[in-house]
């Protein structure tokens, strides 16, 4: 089942924070992050798959709730390269489908 | 560098034709995948193989199907494309399960 993203758009100032969420009704094994810039390929972010887990690289960081049903984005300090479109991926417990979510539009303006 | 491509990048075609579209990858993954992206559905899974001779449905495949004769390419074939299969296309490899997911540039098609 398509996980739901929250928000679907967002418009952030330069240096300001933001935290994108992804939500799926079923018990998942892992959380896919992904991020396009419009007109390219989807591009790997990270991978989360322990109730529990956080992981980051720069000023991207993601959470992986205990009961393995959410996930959140945080996003410190936005640069203008963090613009795009987000994705969560998600691979449920028990039927092992992945699905990706409808993305949420992050736009960086000076 | 090892790589995933795919081609044609762009194509036109008449409703009921039918349509290959390619996807070629050099790193030698045992997983590849196909998603058709459209605006407000997000990324959709078509079709997807876990190693040569292998193929799955994914959650839009109708119209569509794929072969895996070699680990290296899995094409995508539109039996008789319609204008609804109008969309972008993106193959996708990875080398296993809960691993990172790479990207073709995708292909923009369009059925008239």
């Known amino acids: 089942q398509q996980p739901v993203q929250s928000p679907q758009a967002v418009i952030l100032r330069e240096g300001e924070d933001a935290v994108i969420n992804c939500s799926s009704s079923?018990?998942?094994?892992?959380v896919h992050w992904y991020r396009q810039k419009h007109g390219e390929a989807p591009v790997f972010l990270m991978i989360l798959l322990k109730g529990g887990e956080q992981k980051g690289h720069d000023k991207i960081s993601a959470s992986f709730n205990e009961k393995k049903q959410q996930s959140s984005l945080y996003l410190t300090a936005s640069q203008l390269s963090y613009s795009g479109t987000y994705f969560c991926g998600t691979e449920e417990f028990i039927s092992n489908q992945f699905y990706f979510g409808t993305g949420t539009s992050l736009t960086v303006i000076p | 560098d090892a790589e995933i491509t795919q081609s044609p990048r762009h194509k036109i075609t008449e409703t009921g034709r039918q349509v290959t579209l390619a996807c070629h990858q050099t790193?030698?993954?045992?997983?590849m995948f196909w998603y058709r992206q459209d605006l407000g559905h997000g990324l959709r899974l078509i079709h997807y193989s876990y190693g040569v001779q292998d193929t799955n449905k994914g959650e839009v495949s109708d119209g569509y199907s794929v072969s895996r004769s070699n680990t290296e390419d899995l094409p995508l074939t539109l039996e008789s494309a319609a204008s609804s299969q109008t969309s972008v296309y993106f193959c996708?490899?990875?080398?296993?399960?809960?691993?990172?997911?790479?990207f073709g540039q995708g292909t923009r098609l369009t059925v008239v």
């Open positions: 790193w030698n993954h045992n997983n």
């Open positions: 079923k018990a998942l094994y892992s």
């Open positions: 996708a490899s990875s080398v296993s399960r809960n691993t990172e997911a790479f």
